[in-house]
Structure formats: structure tokens, C-alpha cells
């Protein structure tokens, strides 16, 4: 594997359900970040590590709870969502002194 | 508070034409400024970055200038070609923080 990867691509759960996306870098950085992207709104930073502590946290609700573990790994566990938290999340790494942000695929995330 | 502007939203233009991609950022203190593709569904191709020290990065096709004071960066296409149809995404990374603030893009499609 290379470059940034998450799991899983799809995913579809109802609004009592509790999952977990998951994110890997396989770039050596030490800072990894979630975004969200709604439909015609620019994407939101979420959470932002770094050297795995957290060190933004853009007023995000609690029903959105990260984990970093390690400086390759990066969750975000979800539980009790809301049909509005729909959207594209996004996971990104960098190197947190210069900076250049490598994206991961996404995971589309359906709340029923 | 920084805000992002991208102009215009949505751009047509016949293959092989150079065209001009407009970023406006309402903070000059910002560390670093990244452009980005976006295709549909997917998550995000990093096409430059530009550190607050410089004034424009070159990728093959691809310039992008950076004027702090004037709070603009543009992204230059040379020779347009199909597979630049995207939606081109610029994001700032402002002074002394780890946030990233993006603009809402620029959907390009290039007619062949």
C-alpha cells in the first residue's frame, strides 16, 4: 500500500448505530487530519494530530470522537449521527513543518 | 477570520487554451497556500504548494503564483487537455495554527 489509505470506501448506518472509519499513511509523516465535504460546501477541517496529540479540534460535535494511536493510524469513531453528518470524510497526512497535504480516497458515509 | 474565494466556479473552455484560476484569501499571514484536484467522488490530488517565502511553483503544465499582500494566488493551466477536467481546489494554511481553510473550488471541464 501507498500513500494514504481509508476504510471502508462506502458506508451506510442508522442513526443508533456505532462504527469506525479508519485511515492509514504510508508517507512517514507525523501530522494526519479529518475533513468532511458536504455538497456545495467547501470542506471542513475536523481534527487535526500531530506527533499523535490532538492539537485541533474545530468545534466538532461529540458524536464525532477521534483516535490516533500511533503516527501512521487515524480513526474516527461515530455514534449516534445525525442524517446532516452525510457526507465525503476525508482523511489527509503531512509533514507539520512545511506542510504539503497528501488526501486519501474518502469514505462516503450515508446516515439513515 | 480567514474566508477563501475561488472565481469562477465553473469554467468550459475548447482543449487547448491556457487558462487562469482566481484564489482569494482575506488574511495575508498565512504559512502556506496548496492547490488541489478534486475528481468527482474522490478524494484530493495535491498539485502545489506554495510556502509564504515564495512567489510561485511550477509543475510541468502547472504554475501557481502566490501575492501575500494582495491576498490572491493563481493557478495557470498550459495547453488545456481533457483529463484536466476537475474541480480545482485551493487551500490556506494560516500563520501560527494547524488549520487549512479551503476555498469552495473552481469546476473546470475542457471540451475536446
Known amino acids: 500500500e501507498t500513500g494514504v489509505t481509508q476504510t471502508p470506501r462506502h458506508l451506510v448506518m442508522g442513526m443508533t448505530n456505532k462504527k469506525s472509519l479508519k485511515c492509514e499513511q504510508h508517507?512517514?509523516?507525523?501530522?494526519m487530519y479529518w475533513y468532511k465535504q458536504s455538497a456545495k460546501k467547501p470542506l471542513e477541517l475536523m481534527f487535526v494530530y500531530s506527533l499523535e496529540e490532538r492539537v485541533e479540534n474545530n468545534s466538532v460535535p461529540s458524536r464525532f470522537s477521534p483516535e490516533c494511536p500511533n503516527s501512521s493510524h487515524l480513526f474516527l469513531h461515530l455514534h449516534t449521527l445525525q442524517p446532516e453528518d452525510s457526507a465525503l470524510y476525508l482523511c489527509?497526512?503531512?509533514?507539520?513543518?512545511?506542510?504539503?497535504?497528501?488526501f486519501g480516497p474518502g469514505t462516503r458515509l450515508t446516515v439513515t | 477570520k480567514q474566508e477563501v474565494t475561488q472565481i469562477p466556479a465553473a469554467l468550459s473552455v475548447p482543449e487547448g487554451e491556457n487558462l487562469v484560476l482566481n484564489c482569494s484569501f482575506t488574511d495575508s499571514a498565512i504559512y502556506n497556500l496548496q492547490w488541489f484536484r478534486q475528481d468527482p467522488g474522490k478524494g484530493l490530488t495535491s498539485l502545489l504548494l506554495i510556502q509564504s517565502s515564495q512567489r510561485e511553483q511550477t509543475s510541468g503544465r502547472l504554475n501557481a503564483s502566490l501575492d501575500k499582500s494582495s491576498g490572491r494566488s493563481t493557478l495557470y493551466i498550459a495547453a488545456s487537455q481533457p483529463g484536466d477536467s476537475a474541480t480545482y481546489l485551493c487551500?490556506?494554511?494560516?500563520?501560527?495554527?494547524?488549520?487549512?481553510?479551503f476555498g469552495t473550488g473552481t469546476r473546470l471541464k475542457v471540451l475536446a
Open positions: 489527509a497526512s503531512s509533514q507539520i513543518q512545511g506542510g504539503e497535504q497528501y
Open positions: 508517507l512517514g509523516h507525523n501530522a
Open positions: 487551500a490556506v494554511r494560516a500563520s501560527g495554527t494547524y488549520k487549512y481553510i
